[in-house]
């Protein structure tokens, strides 16, 4: 059998072209294509060169409208057995090709030429062409008058021209020698053989018949010549002989082999036309062909069956009817030819036969078809064990893979720009009609695939292709791994790495294999180097320009038209950028990446490759790098991976759509899932774009970027160094605060950093922050809980609940060398984020607060008990120098102090450390006013002795609270309070009374904030205990008593008389000193009398009417002023006085005791005062307006000795 | 039954969704490739007959060597085949028959993606069943 035959071929001269000495590959190839262009020449062409001899047997040929068609057998062909039969199977020429600056010798051409010939009995015209011969070598050729002929260099055109003329010779010189053989032929008769006839023709007695059919055989074989020779008309009349002759000796053979001929003449006759008619009639007349072969093959059940030439008869109508419309006369045709395989003895002609079947089904269009025999001759060829046939499967079955969709990318570009756009339909429309998706998947014959790709690994290892091997390896091992068991895993990437050891180093290969590899994500800039849109015309250019806040929707956000689902990213020139991908490995072996880096096609990113290496069925989340080198939007469709030793390209949107089809069950696996990888969520590519470089900041906390260890509220100092790093100097820069325990930064130095700009590159910059650091408990009470199992050692952890410093700073408003332009962009700025890592321990802890109280009742002495207030202030004018502490602490026992709150701190230490405890208290000078205390405000903070608390020891300190005494009750603590009783009705006294809450709250705040407690421990950590809640508790229910003064203040003293009391007030400053002398200054005598004064000192702002009273009474609580046992005699009024005190103003009242026993007395003044005005109620705590305001004194003790 | 039979059934996007192996011959797995690619080639020349008729019954549409491919055609183009080599077309007829609803009956569940695989093992358990009661 032949390949590619047709009708047609039945007029077609074969010539041999072969290659005379050594002529290089491409020179042949150059030569033959310009040779093989003549495959027609026109018989009106050929005239000049004709000379006709004798008179042409071709009577009918067609000079103006004919033609001669050739066949090139390049490489020659060996002669058929069947080439009598059908003449066109006849080598009829050969043609040399000689490339003259290889062969120098022409006569060795001519003779290597002339030996070659010897091999084609049949061809009557011999051509040695000889391209591009040297001077010496035309010279030579010029003179000798064989068949070589030699072709002058000149320009292609001429080149050709000449060619064309040799063809044309060539042409007529056939034309010439078949006229030749016709006339003989018809003359002498002739003998065609075939192998059917060798015994045959032996056998045959029958003369007669024979000789008859001698002559049908001799007039068909002349019909093939005059059909080669261009004239149809001739070879039809010679063909009906022939066929006559031929049906009346029933040589079926020649029947069958003229009526070819007839019809192959007749088509050339009507040249250029379709007409169904015709069509009718060749198909008609070659169904008989058909039939008659096949009677044929009965006729002649020898070792030679003519069974070819019936298939050859079939593929020659398919192919002539091979049309769409056509298709089931085409497939009916096809497909009893492709029966017709398994009785053909020749492989190379089933080989062939399938090879017709599938370029004709291919032609039809039956892809799959085509494809299925493509791969039967493939495993014809594989069959044959050599290389040469191992490569032309190789290339059929490469020819199946679009059919079977297992494309090498290398030559499937449309599959690129596919998966391109179903990627970016992801992206865009988020979920695909499931339909689409489906389609997305076409054509899954995992099986069939598997086969095919597998027999292109062997196919190519077999013809010596690496590259094809590892393609289809790698094709194989990445889409049909979870078909393929481990053990086939492993030899697959063996052979990968088998095939790469012969490749060179460093070649690529369209087909990505192992690892899968989708985008993880972006991860947004480190907070370190977070780039901020810069909102031109604002201060604060950095706000509204991100999104803030923890809500990843508002409703707010959502009607702007820019929320695109795409966001933005921006990358600086020159500063490294990472973006995550996920490889999976899901294949049984140890799987190593040499280098994996970002693929980028705009070419302005220079990425760093990282290697890898991936356990059996892993997956691992890896960081690519790399660094923006220009300005311009970067694409990242995918990565380069070295891998198995060739280069590919993964795409991610490959994956992507592997992912989606996975999820839709419509894949066999999901890679990353079956490596116990999370699900991940399609992760949208950002737009990114380049833009120049900004300033970078670059911080670090001096002294170490640790967490500093604090205790609770200690406060210490850090020094954050800012350094420029980038290449463009900071030009704006703002600190602001975010995050938790935004409070325990208690000053930075906006002005270091203000003066420190602009910050060049490499310059630096200091700023001082100080810290206090919050309390444990109050923050997250698990801690202490957690702490006391700890035994005060644990930390807290310190990311969440430490504050950041947020610095936004920016470079220049234009970019650097670039003249601004108004509609130009502004360059972005960037956000540091300076995380204050706070390790809060627990400290010093507060166990509680408690407010005591203490009565030491005074001893009446020569002059009055002052004031608190009064006696501090004649102090600080006075003895500036006196200890303060004495005074705090000192009690006069003559004065007692009725009244004075301690506040008890109850504190523990838990820790390891010793701590110390230094309380003070400010005093605020605003509340005294009208005393003229300014001198020593800022001395105003009492120190009190430190406290040293051991470890694991607890102690108490006592807070004295007498100085918070208000010099007057007024109505300004209750200010609102009158008011509202003045101008409105009951009705709003429950909202007074809220108010008066809310004064009182704010006044004990204001006392409270003036007590500090400060603790220090070791040398360098100190700081303040934040227990104002506490405080603030144990002050809560006694805090008028502690803030308000009395309305009244009472006092006694015995009046020697009146004259010597202005000495006897010069004296009180001695008198605070115990004296020795008690009984002139502290006692009285019994039975004397004793004139005394009690003075009542109004400390409100209006003028009090009351009645007074004194009482005394003895040590056992009696009254002995009256009643039946009285034992004190009285002189003046004791009871119901009716006094009147202005203002701030203080009346004495004299009287004289005369008391009869000696002992301990106790005198205590009382006032019921009239008409109390609001202040004196609240005051009193009453709510009734009729109750009487009752007001008592502290009692006095005064000393009766006997006289003696 | 015949001794060697390839059943499939091939979605309207030409992707296999079923695939059952019905012959009572040995089974290769060299023989079952085969069996595949015969029927896949088949395709081509099912997607043209398929719309010459009205009938879903294609009867024996392709063959190779001594396989034959007969092929039902449902009206949502999915498309039975099977691959035999008996020619008893009544009972491949009924088995195309059967087959059809019980595809059907997969169509309508609601949690089956049309153009899917089978997976549902009581459609194969019912398939293999009628192949040996018709084929």
């Not at chain 1, 204050?836 to 005074?858: D, N, T, Y």
């Amino acid at each position: 059998m032949e390949p590619d035959v047709s009708i047609e071929s039945g007029c077609m001269l074969r010539i041999a072209v072969l290659p005379i000495g050594t002529v290089p590959q491409a020179q042949l190839r150059d030569y033959v294509s310009m040779l093989v262009r003549h495959r027609k020449v026109e018989l009106s062409a050929i005239s000049s060169f004709y000379t006709e001899h004798q008179k042409s047997p071709f009577a009918n040929q067609p000079w103006d409208t004919g033609s001669l068609r050739f066949k090139f057998m390049v490489g020659g062909s060996p002669p058929s057995p069947w080439e009598d039969f059908q003449s066109n199977r006849k080598i009829l020429a050969v043609i040399g090709i000689c490339h003259c600056p290889s062969s120098p010798d022409l006569d060795v051409v001519a003779d290597q030429f002339s030996i070659v010939c010897k091999n084609y009995t049949s061809a009557v015209v011999q051509r040695c062409f000889a391209f591009s011969p040297g001077d010496a070598q035309l010279e030579d050729g010029g003179k000798r008058g064989d068949n070589l002929i030699l072709f002058p260099p000149a320009d292609r055109q001429t080149l050709e021209f000449h060619l064309l003329t040799m063809m044309q010779d060539i042409a007529a010189s056939l034309l010439m020698e078949f006229e030749k053989w016709v006339l003989r032929a018809e003359s002498a008769g002739t003998i065609v053989k075939t192998p059917l006839d060798s015994q045959a023709s032996l056998s045959s007695e029958e003369v007669i018949k024979a000789k008859k059919r001698r002559l049908g055989r001799a007039q068909k074989t002349i019909g093939d010549y005059c059909l080669l020779a261009g004239s149809p008309v001739d070879a039809n009349a010679h063909y009906s002989t022939a066929l006559e002759l031929a049906r009346l000796t029933g040589d079926y053979f020649w029947y069958a082999g003229a009526l070819e001929g007839s019809v192959c003449a007749l088509l050339i006759d009507r040249m250029g036309q379709k007409d169904p008619a015709l069509e009718e009639e060749v198909k008609y007349r070659y169904t008989s062909v058909i039939l008659h072969y096949k009677k044929s093959i009965q006729d002649n059940a020898q070792r030679v069956s003519p069974l070819s030439f019936e298939l050859e008869a079939t593929l020659k109508l398919a192919r002539f009817l091979c049309r769409r419309e056509l298709a089931k006369e085409v497939v009916d045709l096809l497909m009893t030819a492709a029966d017709g395989a398994k009785y053909l003895i020749d492989a190379s002609d089933r080989l062939i036969l399938y090879v017709e079947v599938a370029r004709l089904f291919g032609t039809l269009g039956y892809q799959r078809k085509a494809a299925f025999f493509s791969r039967q001759v493939a495993q014809l060829y594989l069959q044959q064990e050599n290389n040469l046939a191992a490569i032309s499967a190789m290339q059929v079955l490469a020819m199946t893979t679009k059919a079977y969709r297992v494309q090498s990318r290398a030559t499937n570009s449309r599959l690129l720009s596919l998966s391109n756009e179903t990627g970016s339909n992801l992206a865009d429309g988020g979920k695909m009609q499931l339909q689409s998706v489906v389609s997305l998947f076409e054509s899954q014959w995992s099986t069939l695939q598997m086969v095919v790709l597998r027999e292109i690994l062997q196919a190519s290892i077999r013809a010596g292709d690496p590259l094809a091997a590892w393609s289809a390896a790698a094709r194989l091992l990445r889409s049909y791994y979870p078909l393929i068991t481990p053990a086939g895993q492993s030899g697959l990437a063996s052979a990968l790495a088998t095939s790469a050891e012969r490749l060179p180093s460093g070649t690529r290969c369209a087909d990505p294999s192992l690892p899968f590899i989708r985008l993880h994500s972006f991860p947004v800039h480190p907070s370190q180097m977070d780039i901020v849109k810069r909102n031109l015309g604002r201060e604060e250019w950095w706000v509204g320009s991100a999104p803030s806040g923890p809500f990843i929707y508002t409703p707010f956000s959502k009607g702007e038209p820019n929320d695109g689902s795409k966001q933005e990213l921006i990358w600086v020139v020159g500063e490294p950028v990472e973006v995550l991908v996920e490889l999976a490995n899901p294949c049984g072996f140890d799987l190593m990446v040499d280098s994996i880096y970002l693929s980028v096609q705009s070419g302005n990113f220079d990425a760093f490759p990282i290697s890898v290496s991936l356990p059996p069925n892993s997956a691992k989340i890896i960081s690519l790098s790399g660094i923006p080198t220009s300005v311009g939007p970067i694409t990242i469709p995918g990565c380069i991976v070295h891998c198995f030793g060739v280069i590919t390209r993964h795409l991610f949107k490959d994956v992507d759509n592997l992912l989606l089809g996975a999820a839709q069950g419509l894949v066999l696996s999901d890679p990353f899932r079956c490596c116990g990888s999370a699900k991940l969520k399609n992760v949208s590519v950002p737009n990114i774009s380049v833009v120049p470089s900004l300033p970078l900041l670059v911080s670090h906390v001096i002294g170490g970027d640790g967490a500093s260890i604090l205790y609770e509220g200690e406060i210490r100092d850090v020094w954050i160094s800012l350094a420029n790093a980038g290449s463009v100097p900071v030009e704006q820069a703002h600190v602001s605060l975010s995050g938790k325990n935004q409070d325990s930064v208690i000053s930075i130095s906006y002005e270091t950093l203000k003066s420190a700009l602009p910050l060049k590159p490499g310059a630096e910059v200091t700023l001082p922050v100080t810290l206090k650091a919050w309390q444990l408990g109050l923050v997250d009470p698990d801690n202490t809980a957690g702490k006391s199992i700890s035994g005060g050692a644990g930390r807290v952890s310190k990311d969440g609940n430490s504050p950041m410093l947020v610095i936004h700073y920016s470079g220049p408003l234009e970019y650097p060398g670039k003249t601004s332009t108004n509609g130009s962009v502004l360059p972005p700025g960037r956000r540091l984020v300076v995380p204050l890592h706070i390790c809060v321990q627990q400290g010093l802890s507060f166990i509680k607060a408690r407010l005591l109280s203490m009565e030491i009742p005074a001893h009446i002495s020569e002059n009055f008990p002052q004031p608190v207030y009064l006696r501090n202030n004649s102090a600080e004018e006075g003895i500036i120098s006196e200890s303060k502490t004495e005074r705090l602490v000192k009690i006069d026992p003559y004065r007692g102090s009725w009244g004075l709150h301690l506040l008890e701190l109850e504190l523990s230490n838990p820790t390891d450390v010793v701590f110390e405890i230094s309380v003070s208290v400010q005093l605020e000078s605003a509340k005294d006013e009208d005393i003229s205390t300014f001198i020593d405000h800022d001395a105003a903070d009492f120190g009190y002795p430190k406290t040293r608390i051991d470890r694991d020891y607890s102690a108490r300190v006592l807070i004295p609270l007498e100085h918070f005494k208000l010099p007057i009750l007024d109505g300004s603590v209750f200010a609102k309070d009158s008011h509202a009783d003045g101008s409105f009705s009951n009705r709003s006294s429950s909202f007074t009374e809220k108010n008066t809450k809310a004064e009182l709250n704010t006044s004990i705040k204001n006392l409270v904030s003036r007590i500090k407690v400060r603790w220090q421990s070791g040398r360098n950590s100190s700081g303040e205990l934040s227990i104002k809640d506490a405080i603030q508790a144990a002050l809560q229910t006694s805090v008028m008593d502690i803030l308000l003064p009395d309305p009244l203040t009472f006092g006694f003293r015995l009046s020697e008389n009146g004259s010597q009391q202005v000495a006897m007030l010069d004296s009180s400053k001695e008198s605070d000193i115990p004296v020795s002398s008690s009984v002139s200054k502290g006692s009285v005598l019994a039975h004397e009398m004793i004139p005394m004064e009690v003075l009542v000192r109004n400390n409100t702002k209006e003028i009090i009417r009351m009645s007074l009273s004194i009482t005394c009474r003895d040590v056992a609580g009696e009254n002995c002023i009256e009643g039946s046992k009285s034992t004190v005699l009285w002189a003046g009024v004791l009871s119901e006085i009716q006094v009147e005190v202005s203002p701030l103003q203080e009346i004495k009242h004299s009287f004289s005791l005369y008391f009869l026993l000696p002992g301990e007395y106790t005198l205590a003044a009382a006032a019921v005062i009239n008409d109390a005005n609001d202040v004196l109620r609240a005051r009193a705590r009453t709510d009734s307006p009729d109750e009487p305001i009752f007001c008592c004194g502290p009692p006095f003790h005064i000393r009766v000795i006997g006289s003696a | 039954m015949g001794s060697t039979a390839c059943f499939i059934i091939v979605s309207r996007n030409d992707i296999p969704i079923y695939e059952a192996e019905v012959g009572s011959a040995i089974k290769k797995e060299e023989a079952t490739h085969q069996h595949q690619f015969i029927l896949h080639a088949a395709l081509d020349i099912v997607q043209d007959l398929a719309w010459t008729t009205s009938a879903m019954f294609l009867k024996a549409v392709d063959r190779f060597n001594d396989l034959v491919v007969s092929v039902y055609v449902t009206a949502g183009h999915t498309r039975l085949m099977l691959l035999h080599d008996s020619r008893n077309e009544d009972g491949i007829r009924s088995f195309f028959q059967e087959v059809h609803e019980l595809y059907i009956k997969i169509l309508l569940n609601p949690l089956y993606l049309p153009g899917s695989r089978i997976t549902s093992s009581h459609f194969d358990t019912k398939v293999r069943a009628l192949a040996r009661k018709y084929l």
